[in-house]
């Protein structure tokens, strides 16, 4: 699953790490999977920063890349992952 994932995304991913484009997909994988490929890419991720807003499971953590903040965040429920940079 995370293969196939990285084959449909990793590119988009790449993207917004390094031009700041914001990036979407609806393909579903485990935050935690999300994390780990963020990690291989060399960015700091800050663990404190996970919040939820309850029962609905939308779900966001900031991480850093190259001197930018940035948040992924997505929706339990529906399975939709979004980056964006974080203005300066």
Not at 37 to 43: A, D, T
Request: proline share 1%; hydrophobic share 30%; glycine share 10%.
């Amino acid at each position: 699953m995370v293969e196939y994932f990285k084959e449909r995304n990793l590119e988009g991913i790449q993207k917004a790490l390094t031009v700041g484009e914001d990036w979407s997909t609806e393909d579903s994988l485990p935050v935690q999977d999300v994390l780990d490929i963020l990690e291989e890419l060399g960015c700091i991720i800050d663990l404190d920063s996970f919040e939820t807003n309850g029962w609905q499971y939308d779900w966001w953590c900031n991480f850093g890349y190259q001197g930018f903040s940035y948040t992924l965040s997505g929706c339990g429920h529906y399975g939709k992952l979004s980056i964006y940079r974080e203005e300066k």
